[in-house]
């Protein structure tokens, strides 16, 4: 675990809550802030998290090793745990609120910090302006909600252009957005002016709520049978539903 000096903070209070199958993050609310099956800690539990991994559908690569995967915001810790189990990739969190760090290697199975693994306590928006991360990282999945769960804490034209920065040059950018209101439009829109509309796709809202949005650094329009190929390589090879993501995934612009 690696700490930046950040702002003095008021910051939530950390919990869980369990049914029997799954274990649930809380930030002192019942809103659910991540996921965890008990029995397979290093499965993708929550449909909308299964679908941030839609960066995968855009890596040419017949080898996914050796790819640097980021998450800004930590949650259960479910796309760093997937990622540096799974995908064997080389995994950067930053994370602000160290309680859910102690939280995630307590009760959520985070493996200890290591040479493929590195959380970093840390405000995000200053963190990616690190000259350290610039142009490195394949698949950046940005998560970042307060405890009420009402907006994306960073939501900037000039965050997304410090986060298309991060991206390799076949990198992708996956966004939560909570909700299809007047947020979502205002957040696509600031996307669109920091990648260019042309690179931004988009799942259908799923029945909670989530819609995730995949910003590429470089625009691309793959053929859907090039698509539906490699949907079908991700669902092989990691067990996600990625041939049913074929069905609610678009480009935002035609």
């Known amino acids: 675990m690696t ?13 869980f809550s369990e049914d029997g199958v799954s274990r649930y993050l809380h930030l002192g ?20 998290i299964q679908r941030m991994m839609a960066g995968l559908l ?20 479910s796309l760093t745990k997937f990622c540096y189990k799974k995908l064997r990739s080389t995994c950067t969190a930053i994370e602000l609120n160290p309680g859910v760090l102690h939280a995630c290697r307590g009760w959520f199975k ?3 910090d290591g040479p493929r693994m590195r959380v970093i306590i840390a405000d995000a928006s200053e963190e990616i302006q690190s000259a350290e991360w610039l142009g490195t990282v394949d698949l950046l ?17 000039g965050f997304y252009q410090n986060c298309r920065a991060l991206l390799a040059e076949e990198g992708t950018m996956t966004v939560n957005l909570f909700g299809r209101s007047a947020s979502y439009e205002s957040s696509v829109a600031k996307m669109a002016e920091a990648f260019g509309e042309e690179a931004l796709w988009a799942f259908k809202p799923t029945r909670e709520g989530n819609t995730v949005v995949l910003a590429q650094r470089e625009a691309s329009r793959p053929s859907k049978d090039f698509l539906m190929g490699q949907a079908e390589s991700i669902e092989n090879r990691f067990d996600l539903p990625a041939t049913q993501w074929m069905r609610v995934f678009r480009p935002i612009v035609k």
């Open 141 to 157: 999945h940005v998560d970042l909600y307060d405890h009420e769960a009402a907006a994306p804490v960073l939501d900037s034209v």
């Open 110 to 112: 985070l493996p200890e």
């Open 58 to 77: 855009f890596i040419n690569s017949p080898s996914i090793s050796g790819l640097h995967t980021m998450q800004l915001g930590l949650g259960a810790a």
């Open 3 to 15: 700490v930046k000096k950040i702002k003095a903070l008021e910051l939530p209070e950390v919990n």
């Open 29 to 48: 609310t019942p809103w659910i802030q991540g996921a965890m099956n008990i029995k397979a800690p290093f499965e993708l539990e929550l449909e909308y």
